[in-house]
Structures are given as C-alpha cells and as structure tokens.
C-alpha cells in the first residue's frame, strides 16, 4: 500500500501558469519535505515542515510555495513556472525528523514539464 | 554546513560481482544518521540501509552491507552477489540527529549491473 502518495504522476503547465501539486500520506509523520530532483542530479531540498512550522531552505526561490493545511497533506505551489522548473518534485515524509529509528519515505514523484 | 560526497558518477560490475560504493561526509556533529537510498530507473527514491553514527557496528541489510569509519567520515556501501535488479542512482545521505532536521545528499553513484 502506497505511504506517500504524490499527484499527479505528470504535470505539464505553460510557462508562467501557476500549478500545484501535491502530497499526501498516511503514516502520519511529523516531518514533510519537498525535493526538486534534475536529471542525473541529487534531489535539493526546497523546504520542509515539522508538523506546521515551515523551513524555507536560503536558496529556494520565491517562485516557490508551500501548504501543510493539515498532518496529511502538503502542497508544491509554483507561482509563475518557468523553463529551469522543470523538473521531477519528490515528496518525502519522517516521524520526528532526526530522532529514534527514522528514515524518509519518498513518494513516486511528479514530473512537472513546462512548455 | 554538512556536504556529502560521492565521488563515483557511474560504475558496471558483472552480475554476482561484489561491487563498492563511496561516500565520504563533514559534519561537526557527533550524533548523526547516515542513509544509502536506491532510486531505480522508475523514480521511486526507497531507502537500503540506515547507521547511526552512535553505533560502532556496521549495519548489514541482507546483501547490502557498510563501512562506516566515524572517524574518517566515510560510509561506504558493499553489495554483494550483485543481481540486475540493484541497477540505480545511489545516494548517500546524512541527518543530523535532530528535531526536524533535513536530508542532505550526495549526488549519487549510478550502477550498472551487467549481465
């Protein structure tokens, strides 16, 4: 059974067209973070929650939006994409961030194209 | 700042071949984690083994096992008996053992595993 659920799957927007993906789990974790993952590259962190405080990461772009409404679901708001946002965008969850036997459960991804 | 580095971009071995990957990492902390994640070609990022920086005994998963020199940074991982479906980007990862601290990765090791 799916943990961490990200939709859509694939996303193509038009450049300048805000778009939001999503995210959402079920194993009830205190941590969400969002990744933007290029081709053949490491995934960079743009943010993260612990429960509903938010960490924008220095280098994020203000382009780039969060929402944790609630424990469940988190969203990627981006506001004007443009061409270099193209990208895949991970989900990850963890339960208490960096304590007792944590791991980060990744969702499939979504690929955002922008044309 | 914690960096992690992989300084192998992509590596073939035969099937049933032993295979080693490197990771070295800084760090001023002294309670840490340390990941190596798998990422198949079908995106999914899904974690192979965890150490605690705490612990001196190596983690072993099957046949994926670590070293783990605290002292040195390094947290290389060793497969053994290689199969085609350990064919992936692998990264290695660090947290620090905190309240909602982030993942940070290394830019990864793609592996081939020739049949």
């Known amino acids: 059974d799916a943990m961490v659920i990200q939709n859509p799957r694939y996303q193509v927007t038009q450049f300048g067209k805000p778009v939001t993906l999503s995210c959402s789990q079920t194993?009830?974790?205190?941590?969400m973070y969002w990744y933007q993952q290029k081709s053949s590259q490491a995934p960079k962190l743009l943010f993260h929650?612990?429960?509903?405080?938010?960490?924008n990461e220095a280098d994020t772009p203000d382009n780039f939006q969060s929402r944790r409404p609630n424990t469940s679901f988190c969203f990627l708001d981006i506001r004007s994409p443009g061409l270099g946002d193209a990208a895949m965008y991970l989900c990850?969850?963890?339960?208490?961030?960096?304590?007792?036997?944590?791991?980060?459960?990744f969702g499939q991804g979504t690929r955002l194209t922008v044309v | 700042a914690q960096t992690v580095t992989q300084s192998q971009p992509e590596m073939s071995v035969q099937e049933a071949e032993t295979v080693t990957l490197s990771c070295t990492y800084d760090?001023?902390?002294?309670?840490?984690?340390l990941f190596w994640y798998k990422q198949p070609p079908s995106r999914q990022m899904i974690l192979v083994i965890r150490?605690?920086?705490?612990?001196?005994q190596n983690a072993t998963e099957n046949r994926f096992s670590v070293n783990f020199q605290k002292a040195a940074k390094s947290f290389s991982l060793k497969i053994s008996d290689s199969q085609l479906g350990d064919t992936a980007m692998y990264f290695c990862?660090?947290?620090?053992?905190?309240?909602?601290?982030?993942?940070?990765f290394g830019k990864g090791t793609r592996l081939h595993i020739l049949p």
């Open positions: 990862a660090f947290m620090k053992q905190n309240r909602d601290d982030k993942i940070i």
């Open positions: 990850a969850t963890s339960r208490e961030g960096g304590r007792g036997n944590t791991e980060a459960f």
């Open positions: 760090t001023s902390e002294n309670n840490y984690y």
């Open positions: 929650y612990y429960d509903k405080d938010f960490n």
């Open positions: 150490q605690e920086a705490y612990k001196q």
């Open positions: 194993l009830n974790h205190n941590v």
